[in-house]
């Protein structure tokens, strides 16, 4: 029998990855639908997550509400005993994963909190392919038109909306999960508009497991080709991912990725998950962001408009 899956939040990332993801994976299929003014056809819909609690179908629930009012949710789901997959970031503090996580300890329950870059085509290779080699640096240019990718999405500009670091987060993710390891931001300069809570772009400085420098660059204000791509220099090689991860260059030549299958892939992590009753919850992506936060330079720019 596939596992039931139930979406909490039905916006643009569920009906563009998370229910395409799920009707694809023949060990999952789509229960419920979850959200005070969307529904989805052919299963049954409720207002809001209590409704579900209290008369849905028993499914697992994944939450793609913003940060912001996620975690109160899973403390719900967790406690009324439904496995739980959190959208990235799985959360708006460190203080709520540790919190989800000892809850869904204390019920015996799934908990996975995705980073659906971590699935593009080219990150398990360039994971392998680093395996061994001694890196000397890296350097993260993740630039993008706001207005393009997130349109009157107010929430990101509000406190736990985490501004340019929504999309940063991905980079990070992408970071932390080919080379295992503690970084340590060094210093960091975040560029707030003076109408916003969050900031437009951002600059970090760290450094690495071993040691090596990582220089990051983020901004929501890129006009023309968007840019979302990390370079890692070597012992004698150069390794680049670009396209969010879906391509990767050694020494300037294109070398052969995986398919993309970012929201697939965490589908199929959290069927194989549920299989086994493990969690998964990685939350050194978020850890940077949150120490980016503690330690940066906050400066003020032009008030932003979306429109």
């Known amino acids: 029998m596939p596992w039931p899956v139930a979406i ?23 229960a419920a ?25 028993d499914a697992a629930v994944a939450l793609c509400e913003p940060p912001g009012v996620r975690t109160a949710m899973a403390r719900k789901a967790l406690a009324a005993g439904r496995d739980v997959l959190l ?15 000892a809850a869904a300890d204390r019920a015996g329950r799934v908990l996975f909190a995705t980073w659906h870059s971590r699935f593009a085509g080219a990150v398990a290779p360039a994971r392998a392919w680093l395996d061994g080699r001694t890196v000397r640096s890296v350097a993260i240019a993740w630039k993008e038109d706001v207005r393009r990718w997130h349109p009157g999405q107010t929430w990101i500009w509000q ?47 760290m450094t ?15 006009q023309g080709p968007q840019s979302w791509d990390i370079r890692v220099e070597t012992d004698g090689s150069r ?43 990685d939350a050194s992506p978020l850890r940077i962001c949150a120490d980016a936060f503690l330690v940066g330079r906050r400066l003020v720019t032009e008030p932003f408009a979306d429109g």
């Open 87 to 101: 959208e990235k970031p799985p959360a708006a503090t460190l203080g709520e994963v540790e919190a989800l996580v």
């Open 33 to 57: 639908g979850v959200s005070r003014h969307e529904t989805i056809d052919g299963v049954p819909n409720f207002r809001d997550i209590d409704a579900f609690l209290a008369d849905g179908p």
């Open 159 to 205: 406190p736990a909306g985490f501004g340019v670091f929504d999309p940063g987060i991905n980079a990070l993710s992408i970071l932390t999960g080919i080379m295992p390891g503690a970084f340590v931001v060094d210093e960091a300069t975040l560029s707030f508009p003076e109408n916003r809570d969050t900031p437009i772009a951002a600059s970090l400085a």
């Open 239 to 281: 390794l680049e991912l670009r396209d969010g991860g879906a391509r990767m260059l050694v020494d300037g030549a294109e070398v052969a990725a995986g398919p993309d299958r970012e929201y697939p892939g965490i589908y199929r992590r959290f069927a194989g998950l549920l299989a086994r009753r493990e969690s998964d919850v």
């Open 8 to 30: 909490v939040g039905v916006g643009k990332i569920a009906r563009d990855q998370h229910i395409p993801a799920i009707a694809a994976d023949p060990e999952l299929t789509l």
């Open 208 to 222: 690495g497991p071993a040691g090596f420098p990582v220089t990051v660059e983020l901004d929501w204000r890129q």
